[in-house]
Nanobody
Framework: QVQLVESGGGLVQPGGSLRLSCAASGSISSINLMGWYRQAPGKQRELVASITSGGNTRYAASVTGRATISNDNAKNTVYLEMNSLNSEDTAVYYC?????????????WGRGTQVTVSS
């Protein structure tokens, strides 16, 4: 019911910045929460940032102060902007959307976009 497509990944120099985009389609009006996750080789997927339908945002401690999650409802797109990138930020970044509450919560995932921070 919800399709997510990430874009904006690529090779970034240390100290650089990027903006990831997540284009959503389908029954997006039912989404309560969206977030960006990342998974580096040999590590578990971790939450980077999230934003609720009410606009409340949360960030992982590792990116607080250098990451911003936002949305553009007119374009059905959620963004993740990051700066001061370092090698530890190298990972596949995934967009996530969640719907429902109480008895049931359903999550949707994009295929991910690779971010590589290297000189």
């Amino acid at each position: 019911q919800v399709q997510l497509v990430e874009s904006g990944g690529g090779l970034v120099q240390p100290g650089g910045s990027l903006r990831l985009s997540c284009a959503a389609s389908g029954s997006i009006s039912s989404i309560n929460l969206m977030g960006w996750y990342r998974q580096a080789p040999g590590k578990q997927r971790e939450l980077v940032a999230s934003i609720t339908s009410g606009g409340n945002t949360r960030y992982a401690a590792s990116v607080t102060g250098r990451a911003t999650i936002s949305n553009d409802n007119a374009k059905n797109t959620v963004y993740l902007e990051m700066n001061s990138l370092n090698s530890e930020d190298t990972a596949v970044y995934y967009c996530n959307a969640a719907r429902g509450s109480g008895y049931s919560v359903t999550s949707y995932w994009g295929r991910g976009t690779q971010v590589t921070v290297s000189s």
